[in-house]
């Protein structure tokens, strides 16, 4: 269980607390949406003795991991092999309509990063994969390869906010030409050469924002996000509570725009009273976005760039 014994979850006391409300000294159900290697649900089950945790991974071989971290509490997991915006369906098939919690630790999970055969690193040389779930879809080598250069500009642009989008995708127009890309190594060099200089001394690694574009591309993160999200609120108890950990603005923008749109009156402005019906679903429980503590990002660096964000629904709405 070397995997397990390596995994320092993100913000696991602060989740922890905001969950407990929702959770405590009663019969209660909670999705983790991103199960990973099962750091918080591991938490979660022991804190919780009359939980049942929906636990949901895209990637085969972290269920499996899970599975055996988590095997004591076997009679109240339900392990399920899926993307996160199918939480509504297999709540559905489990015949849980509502549940009193739910958890998103996005991005892209400790086991992916360090298993070089994944190639989600730029700093390790590796077959251009990027799939979180490795069965299936298009590996980030055959959307270099294959996608037109203004698309794979936009990609860029749009899901790496690279200010070089452009520059990119045209040099890798003119190198897949030449050769076909297959390793993160080439792509590396290219990014190299093709970002200026003066960039490359003040903006970090010249790979980081094209390797997260690619990541988002191949794995579809932010369309998948944009369901799942909605559906996970309106799966909420009242009284239930759902926690987001976002590592990059774009995951964050789509939370804070869901979770500010749920908490917020549907009155008109100028009436003196609140219309029935019309009250915000959603309390939120946080102010803004939370980062993690310095002592916490000594610990485990990858919670350096993580945003915290949690809402408790306070009103059932009308299907």
Known sequence: MQAGARHVPVSLSRVAELLDPALRDRPAVLVDATLGLGGHASFLL???????????????????????????????????????????????????????????????????????????????????????????????????????????????????????????????????????????????????????????RTGGHPAKRTFQALRIEVNGELDALQSALPAALDALTVGGRVVVLAYHSLEDRIVKRELAARSTSTSPVDLPVELPGHGPELRLLVRGSEQAGEDEIADNPRAASVRLRAAERIREVAA
Do not use: C, W
């Not at 698309?151 to 520059?167: C, P, T, V």
């Open 46 to 200: 022991a804190a919780h003795p009359q939980l049942t945790l929906v636990g949901l991974d895209r990637d085969p071989d972290a269920l499996a991991l899970a599975g055996r971290r988590l095997a004591a509490h076997a009679d109240r997991l339900h392990l399920v092999h899926a993307v996160y915006d199918r939480i509504a369906d297999v709540l559905g098939e489990l015949g849980l309509p509502r549940v009193d919690g739910v958890l998103f630790d996005l991005g892209v999970s400790s086991l992916q990063l360090d298993a070089d055969e994944r190639g989600f690193s730029y700093s390790r040389d590796a077959d251009l994969d990027m799939r979180m779930d490795p069965t299936t879809g298009l590996t980030a080598a055959e959307v270099l390869n294959t996608y037109p250069v203004p698309q794979l500009a936009r990609i860029l642009r749009e899901y790496g906010e690279e200010r070089f989008a452009g520059r990119i995708a045209s040099a890798v127009g003119r190198r897949r030409e030449k050769k076909p890309f297959r390793r993160s190594a080439e792509l590396v060099e290219l990014l190299y050469e093709a970002v200026p200089a003066a960039s490359r």
